[in-house]
C-alpha cells in the first residue's frame, strides 16, 4: 500500500482557515486521495476525497499538487466542532487485493477559541 | 437506514474467553471492513471482506478471525482472548468502486480483556 505521512498534530484559531497537508510520494496513477476525520470517542467519518483535480464540498476544500505527490485538506472557516484526527488514505485498488483502505497516525488537530 | 451497526458497544472479557463482534450493514456495500484502534493511535486494519464469501488478512489478523456469509454481516470473532486485544474495535463498508467511493463506519466496540 502507498503510504501518507502527515504531521501529528497542527494547532488553529476558530474562525480562522486550516492547510491540514499530506505527502504521498509514492502514489500510483489510480489511486485516489480520501481525506477522513475522527471526533472525540466516535468512528471515523469521511470528508472529502479527489484524483487529480481540486474538490470541493461542504465539509472542506482538497488541493492536490500537480505531480500528485502531496494534498492539503483546507478547512475554510474551523469551528470548536473542527477539533478532531485528520486522517489522509490513498485508497488502493488492485486486482487481488481488492479496495483495502489503510490509516496512517493522522493529524490532530486542536481549534482554539 | 441504520449504516453501519455495532453489537454490542461495551465488553469485558477475561483472559481465554472468545467472543463474536457484530457488524451489520443495510446499504448493500460491496465492502467490510474491521479494524482496531488502541489509545492514541491510528486505525489498524485486522480483516476485510469484498462480498460474501470472500475475506482477507489486513495489516494484523492474528488472534482473529472472520467470515462473509451474508452481504449485511461481517462478524469478528475473538479466540482465546488476550490483554493485547484490549482496544476499541471499528467495522466499515463502502461500495464496490475503483477507489472512488466513500467508507462508513461503525460506532465501535470498547473491548477490555482482564
Known amino acids: 500500500d502507498a503510504k501518507t505521512t502527515q504531521p501529528n498534530s497542527m494547532e488553529s484559531n476558530e474562525e480562522e482557515p486550516v492547510h491540514l497537508p499530506c505527502n504521498h510520494s509514492t502514489i500510483s496513477g489510480t489511486d485516489y486521495i480520501h481525506w477522513y476525520r475522527q471526533l472525540p470517542s466516535q468512528g471515523p467519518e469521511y470528508v472529502i476525497h479527489g484524483l487529480t483535480s481540486n474538490v470541493n464540498n461542504r465539509m472542506a476544500s482538497l488541493a492536490i499538487a500537480e505531480d500528485r505527490k502531496s494534498s492539503t485538506l483546507i478547512l475554510h472557516r474551523a469551528t470548536l466542532r473542527d477539533a478532531a484526527v485528520y486522517y489522509c488514505?490513498?485508497?488502493?485498488?488492485?486486482?487481488?487485493?481488492?479496495?483495502?483502505?489503510?490509516f496512517g497516525e493522522g493529524t490532530q488537530l486542536t481549534v482554539n477559541p | 437506514n441504520a449504516g453501519v451497526t455495532q453489537t454490542p458497544k461495551f465488553r469485558i472479557l477475561k483472559i481465554g474467553q472468545s467472543m463474536t463482534l457484530q457488524c451489520a450493514q443495510d446499504m448493500n456495500h460491496n465492502y467490510m471492513y474491521w479494524y482496531r484502534q488502541d489509545p492514541g493511535m491510528g486505525l489498524k486494519l485486522i480483516y476485510y471482506?469484498?462480498?460474501?464469501?470472500?475475506?482477507d488478512k489486513g495489516e494484523v489478523p492474528n488472534g482473529y478471525n472472520v467470515s462473509r456469509s451474508t452481504t449485511e454481516d461481517f462478524p469478528l470473532r475473538l479466540e482465546l482472548a488476550a490483554p493485547s486485544q484490549t482496544s476499541v474495535y471499528f467495522c466499515?463498508?463502502?461500495?464496490?468502486?475503483?477507489?472512488?467511493?466513500?467508507?462508513?463506519f461503525g460506532q465501535g466496540t470498547r473491548l477490555t480483556v482482564v
Open positions: 466499515a463498508s463502502s461500495l464496490l468502486g475503483r477507489g472512488n467511493t466513500e467508507a462508513f
Open positions: 488514505i490513498l485508497r488502493d485498488w488492485g486486482e487481488t487485493s481488492g479496495s483495502r483502505l489503510t
Open positions: 471482506s469484498v462480498g460474501a464469501g470472500i475475506t
